[in-house]
């Protein structure tokens, strides 16, 4: 789960899945055994959805980074189907704009 650190009612939450794009499935076993071993690259290939209405997007790491940073006009983002502006750090930590990377259980 990636989601901004304001009150949103479900925006700016996303349930993100590791998705193999060449099968259309799951990744059922991650590239890293432990936390931090290793990263995944701008292009690797995402399954997200997002919580305020349930609706799923495919998207690389890097459009959607490109999108919690710069929104979804951004060049670099591609097309997004979310109606909310992304840009989840705008601001900077003075107003509240952070990204918490937590576990779904």
């Known amino acids: 789960?990636?989601?901004?650190?304001r009150g949103s009612a479900g925006e700016g939450i996303w349930l993100c899945w590791l998705w193999d794009k060449a099968?259309?499935?799951?990744?059922?076993?991650?590239?890293?055994?432990?936390?931090?071993?290793?990263?995944?690259?701008?292009?690797?290939?995402?399954?997200?959805m997002e919580m305020n209405d349930n609706h799923m997007e495919y998207h690389t790491v890097g459009e959607f980074l490109e999108f919690c940073v710069n929104g979804p006009t951004s060049a670099k983002a591609?097309?997004?189907?979310?109606?909310?502006?992304?840009?989840?750090?705008?601001?900077?930590?003075?107003?509240?704009?952070?990204l918490?990377?937590?576990?779904l259980l």
């Open 100 to 103: 918490v990377d937590q576990r």
């Open 1 to 5: 789960v990636i989601k901004q650190n």
């Open 23 to 48: 099968s259309n499935s799951k990744v059922e076993i991650y590239p890293a055994k432990s936390y931090g071993e290793t990263k995944l690259a701008d292009d690797s290939y995402l399954k997200l």
């Open 78 to 98: 591609g097309n997004w189907m979310s109606t909310f502006p992304g840009k989840y750090l705008e601001g900077g930590k003075e107003a509240g704009g952070q």
